[in-house]
């Protein structure tokens, strides 16, 4: 396992992904009071831009990145039997791919 | 290789007395356990409210029933907990804030905030 995350890019990834998250969870907050979505044609229209797109694409990459690290924070923390602990992290890496593949197809069907 | 410890233990939760600095830690800690458990209805509720026009409807009322709006709070309190919590560590990694008495105020203010936020929350709904 050569290229296992250190401690230090672990540390950064979830920095990084910090500030992506927030700051598009600031945008959005911002756009939705300026533009309510009220019903199915116009959520779906906006879906079709590509910046939205992208920009959501790169939330959902933000977001199982910074939640990959937080969970290996906790289970690395409190788990101390190493193969409880490998099953575990196995686990989390399973599920967040799962997540993956379900945000992915989501993507491809709505945008254009 | 273990040395057995001669150090002090002490884990009367009730009698621990933390300083808020810890609470708002560990608290920033559960709420994100909290958001990453509610990600799948998160995505689902994504998913149905792309699909069509009645998925769009029925995710619109999903507030409605005392079970959901409970956990529409709990999640709120969540993000906002987590998010400012998340903040303030940003800034003190920054070398922001990192003084005993500001990085008290600080976590004050987030504890607070998010509150505050779940008592908004609570009211609107």
Redesign the interface.
Known sequence: MSHQVTGLRAWLLQ?LS??YL?GY?LWALVYFSLHPVN??AA??AL?MQPSMAIGTALLFIA?LVH?WV??RD?ILDYVRPPLLRLSLLALLWGWLLV?AV??AR?LT??TP | MTIPSKRPVFFHLLQLQLPVTALVSIAHRVSGMVLFLALPAAIWLLDRSLNDAEGFAAAGHMLEGWPLQLAVLVLLWALTHHLLAGLRLLLIDAEIGVERATARRTAWAVGIAALLALAVGALWL
Request: proline share 0%; net charge positive.
């Open positions: 920095r910090a500030l927030s969870l019903d199915y959520w779906r879906w977001l939640a937080g969970v906790v997540l379900w945000l989501i069907r709505v």
